[in-house]
């Protein structure tokens, strides 16, 4: 995700803005550099495939136990209040 990546390009002073441009000769070579994050290249089909197969492996782990919210809630309370 995101990398951090610098990316140097020589051109013009000329294609500088004014603030900058004042400092150089018209006309002169420079060099700027540029530091950011990446951006994040678009998923391939395939790779969205795999992501996909990866975290679909993990749906539904659980559900075979039928435990809901208000049973998970009651047991978690219970442990809780084993420590007061």
Excluded: N
């Excluded at 996909?52 to 009651?74: C, D, F």
């Amino acid at each position: 995700m995101g990398e951090i990546g610098r990316i140097t390009k020589t051109v013009s002073v000329d294609e500088l803005p004014e603030e900058m441009r004042e400092k150089f000769v018209p006309g002169t070579p420079v060099s700027v550099t540029f530091e950011g994050r990446l951006a994040d290249k678009p998923l391939t089909p395939e790779e969205i495939e795999v992501r996909k197969r990866s975290l679909l492996k993990y749906w539904g782990a659980a559900a075979h136990l039928g435990t809901t919210s208000e049973e998970a809630v009651a047991r978690i309370r219970a442990l809780r209040d084993e420590w007061d």
